[in-house]
């Protein structure tokens, strides 16, 4: 079974810099899309942005402008780079990975990552 960790989250004040990180590990043989969520207390889980194997990247409305998907195909990571942190960015960041693996394709997602923006 593929797994997706994620590591980069913490808390920080608003203003800050974050650089989320997202590595697959497990019998990998490629990984189409890989995305970032997060989910904010007492909200659903929402869309951030996706990156696809070919470096094409869309992002959520509300985080056009601040957040930077990027991927290192080599190594199967998924990264976040979010500038300017607002106390509306504080969620559980989860990253998902389409991936195609020996046991079958299916869409894997991390544990997540605590961001705290205090104000």
């Known amino acids: 079974q593929v797994q997706l960790v994620e590591s980069g989250g913490g808390l920080v004040q608003a203003g800050g810099s974050l650089r989320l990180s997202c590595a697959a590990s497990g019998l990998i043989l490629s990984i189409n899309a890989m995305g970032w969520y997060r989910q904010a207390p007492g909200k659903q889980r929402e869309l951030v942005a996706t990156i696809t194997s070919g470096g094409s990247t869309m992002y959520a409305d509300s985080a056009k402008g601040r957040f930077t998907i990027s991927r290192d195909n080599a190594v199967n990571m998924v990264y976040l780079q979010i500038n300017s942190l607002e106390p509306e960015d504080t969620a559980v960041y989860y990253c998902?990975?389409?991936?195609?693996?020996?046991?079958?394709?299916?869409?894997?997602w991390g544990q997540g990552t605590q961001v705290t923006v205090s104000s």
């Open positions: 998902n990975a389409d991936v195609i693996a020996l046991e079958g394709q299916y869409l894997a």
